[in-house]
């Protein structure tokens, strides 16, 4: 059997960054990697030529952000593109009304005036609501208070739902009232002109990585650790679990004695949301030149509202929709004809004939894939900020989780696993690891070849 320091389950951007700092550290580390590949929701398809990111694609706010000073330090090309949070304001957008009607300037500002006045009202409702209280709980009371008209009162609110549905792939009424907390924007946002997979790649090189490999028990003793994987077994003094939340609450590893409540009741309280992407490319643009985004409201917008114009990436015009939430989990069944012909249909309905038939297109089902199950953590109704932090235990002092549900800062995101794995590091050394330290360790090692 072979032994090692540390045993290091899932090689996504938290397993890797902890791993790398454990092995700069010194320390005999493994990475036991179910995929054939890194990265695991960091995915670039480069298979047309050009970069299309099936996972991740932005950094949400670069001001004083660690990820932010690693990219720039590998020097990674990025690009602003500044529309997360599913903002209402901020940059050129072109609004259509219920009825499918494009929106003039005066409209357009008075809708986004609206919702930035219900947003406000929000803040102290979300601040007096109870432990149980959904997110819909507390759009509801907001929405009541806000003395608009029952039209615009019904237009924010499908505007509320499908901000969770894209920022937590969750049914408004199953986030908790205060699952939007943490979704601050700090600084510009930028997306990878080369794919963000490059990231978790630079970080793997060098490093002892056993793709296809996939951990179905971990085994707790006295002597220290015991990690299945297939037909084989090693033992560690520490383990670091960096599966998603998804597998963990599928329970497809077993860990043996149970996990104790302190980790086992955040894996069933907190939520794994679905946000699937779909890409089309056309033969020519039909939106406006200066477009970031395509918001459609009301009924027009009921199932698709919402596209993003990343025609910069491939030099190709190209739309960027989501389908994230309930309509997302559902639409995993369909075929990708069947759900790309649903979405030009709500295309046309904005735009007519000018919409031409795709090029190509790119769908994808992270609720189905059960590497992931999901694409992202939640704070579901009746699970807390807490949780997210303390499903990083650690249990017995050596058996550690890291990965995005485990930073309660920023959950859901690339960030929120980079720090996570630092954290894994630093309490396993038990002592810090200095970020530029590290980030000059993964330039020096060189690039692994991408796609
Ligand atoms: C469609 C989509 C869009 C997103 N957009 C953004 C975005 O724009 N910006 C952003 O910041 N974040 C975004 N995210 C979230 C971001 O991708 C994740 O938060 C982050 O990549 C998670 O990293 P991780 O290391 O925690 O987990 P993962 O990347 O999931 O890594 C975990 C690894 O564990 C492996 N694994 C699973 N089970 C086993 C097993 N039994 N044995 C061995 N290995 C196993 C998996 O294969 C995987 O490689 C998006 C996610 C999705 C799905």
Redesign the pocket.
């Known amino acids: 059997m072979e032994r090692f320091d540390t045993v290091v389950?899932?090689?996504?951007?938290?397993?890797?960054t902890c791993a790398r700092m454990l092995a700069d550290a010194g320390r005999d580390v493994v990475v036991?990697?179910?995929?054939d590949r890194?990265?695991?929701?960091?995915l670039t398809d480069r298979t047309a030529g050009f970069p299309v990111d099936?996972?991740?694609?932005?950094?949400?706010g670069i001001h004083a952000s660690p990820l932010w000073e690693l990219v720039q330090a590998l020097g990674l090309p990025t690009k602003e593109f500044t529309v997360?949070s599913f903002q209402v304001g901020g940059r050129p957008m072109e609004h259509f009304d219920g009825a499918g009607r494009r929106m003039d300037a005066e409209a357009s500002a008075q809708w986004t005036s609206d919702v930035q006045a219900v947003d406000r009202e929000l803040v102290p409702v979300i601040a007096r609501s109870s432990p149980g209280d959904s997110y819909l709980d507390v759009t509801e009371r907001a929405l009541d208070a806000s003395g608009l008209s029952p039209e615009r009162i019904d237009e924010i609110r499908e505007f509320f739902r499908h901000r969770v549905e894209e920022q937590c792939g969750a049914w408004i009424g199953d986030l908790g009232a205060h699952g939007l907390d943490e979704d601050a924007i700090d600084g510009d946002e930028v997306i990878f002109l080369r794919g963000y997979d490059e990231l978790p790649a630079r970080i793997a090189a060098g490093l002892d990585i056993r793709l296809g490999?996939?951990?179905?028990r971990v085994r707790r003793s006295s002597h220290g650790l015991v990690v299945s994987?297939d037909a084989a077994e090693c033992t560690a003094k520490t383990v670091v679990v960096?599966?998603?939340l998804g597998?963990l609450k599928s329970g497809?590893?077993e860990f043996d004695p149970p996990l104790p409540d302190h980790v086992a009741g955040p894996i069933e309280r907190l939520g794994m949301g679905v946000?699937?992407?779909i890409f089309l490319q056309f033969p020519e643009r039909f939106w406006q030149d200066d477009s970031y985004v395509i918001r459609a409201l009301g009924e027009a917008g009921e199932r698709w509202h919402s596209w993003y114009d990343v025609s910069a990436i491939s030099g190709i015009p190209t739309l960027l929709t989501f389908a994230a939430g309930p309509l997302g989990r559902h639409l995993q069944d369909l075929t990708d004809d069947e759900i790309v012909t649903d979405v030009l249909m709500a295309l046309r309905a904005l735009y007519g004939d000018a919409v031409g038939e795709p090029i190509a297109q790119w769908v994808?089902r992270?609720g189905q894939d059960p590497?992931?199950a999901g694409?992202?953590s939640y704070i579901a109704t009746g699970s807390s900020h807490q949780d997210h932090e303390a499903l990083a235990g650690p249990v017995d002092d050596n058996l550690h989780f890291?990965?995005?549900?485990t930073w309660g800062d920023e959950p859901?995101?690339?960030?929120?696993?980079y720090a996570?794995?630092h954290r894994a590091a630093e309490s396993i050394l038990g002592h810090p690891v200095d970020r530029a330290a590290f980030a000059a360790a993964v330039v020096a090692r060189g690039a692994r070849p991408v796609g």
């Not at 099936?54 to 949400?60: D, Q, V």
């Not at 490999?213 to 179905?216: I, R, W």
Request: hydrophobic share 50%.
């Open positions: 389950v899932g090689a996504g951007m938290a397993g890797l036991l990697e179910a995929r890194v990265g695991g929701r960091m099936l996972g991740a694609s932005w950094i949400h997360g490999t996939t951990v179905t994987a960096t599966v998603p597998v497809a590893i946000f699937n992407k994808t992270w590497l992931a694409s992202y890291a990965g995005e549900a859901a995101t690339v960030g929120a696993a996570s794995g």
